[in-house]
């Protein structure tokens, strides 16, 4: 498997490298910019996962994960976004989103992960795992995330949510059943008109209540 790692820092991208090297069999590139990711590419035939960070000087990592995903269609991506492990709310256990201090040992998990998912030809990330980043990132803009045959969008201003929509619902409700997605295709555009705000409590208290009442409406189930 062929793994470029796109990250600002010269010292940690080199270390990050060292370690893919070490502990698996993989190739592992770095480079230090998008421009320099997009230069690669061109000389490569093959990239199976990108790790690049999210925001940093000469990197949006969304735009260069589609524009990757364009080149290399069984591509699979993870991301380094700016802030803290320590800020996260919520926990993914297959995560592909890897805060600092880097966790070493999930990254290799992730990877392990990849060699498998990349042969199915899609990149799949969990709704929590994607939506928090987001949250943390302060993004504006809308998430679209296809799980099946089944969209939904949720909307972002300076990192909290405003509304989420789904086929069947939206507000409170949308972003419960999306929470519940664990393997959804991804699109972000931060053109889009914000509509009027109709989820006014902060990210972290409307997920993590929609987590619980997914676990409670699953465990009622079950005991039926």
Same mark, same amino acid.
């Given at each position: ?24 069999a993989?190739? +592992? ?8 990711a ?5 000389? %490569?035939?093959? +990239? ?27 591509l ?18 297959? =995560?592909?989103?890897?805060p600092?201090? !880097? ?9 392990? %992960? ?11 990330f %969990? ?6 980043? +987001? +949250? ?8 679209q ?5 089944? !969209?939904?969008?949720?909307y ?7 509304q989420?929509? =789904? ?29 009027v ?6 990210? %972290? ?18 005991g039926?």
């Amino acid at each position: 498997m062929q793994l470029l790692i796109v990250h600002s820092d010269a010292e940690l991208g080199k270390a990050l490298v060292q370690m893919v090297k070490d502990y698996t069999a993989h190739d +592992c590139d770095l480079v230090a910019n998008s421009a320099k990711a997009q230069a690669w590419a061109q000389r %490569h035939q093959q +990239c199976d996962f990108l790790l690049t960070q999210l925001d940093a000087k000469g990197i949006d990592g969304f735009i260069l994960g589609g524009t990757f995903s364009e080149i290399f269609p069984k591509l699979q991506t993870g991301f380094f976004p700016g802030y803290s492990a320590s800020e996260q709310r919520l926990e993914v256990s297959e =995560t592909k989103v890897f805060p600092e201090p !880097i966790d070493g040992e999930r990254m290799l998990k992730a990877i392990a %992960h990849a060699a498998d998912a990349s042969a199915e030809g899609r990149d799949f990330f %969990h709704a929590v795992d994607l939506l928090q980043m +987001c +949250c943390l990132s302060h993004k504006s803009g809308a998430i679209q995330m296809v799980s099946g045959q089944k !969209i939904g969008v949720v909307y972002l201003r300076d990192g909290a949510i405003l509304q989420a929509e =789904t086929g069947n619902a939206k507000a409170k409700d949308a972003l419960d059943e999306i929470v519940g997605w664990n393997a959804v295709e991804f699109a972000y555009d931060n053109s889009v008109t914000i509509p009027v705000r109709a989820i006014t409590r902060s990210w %972290h208290e409307i997920m993590i209540e929609a987590v619980l009442r997914r676990k409670q409406r699953k465990l009622t189930t079950q005991g039926l």
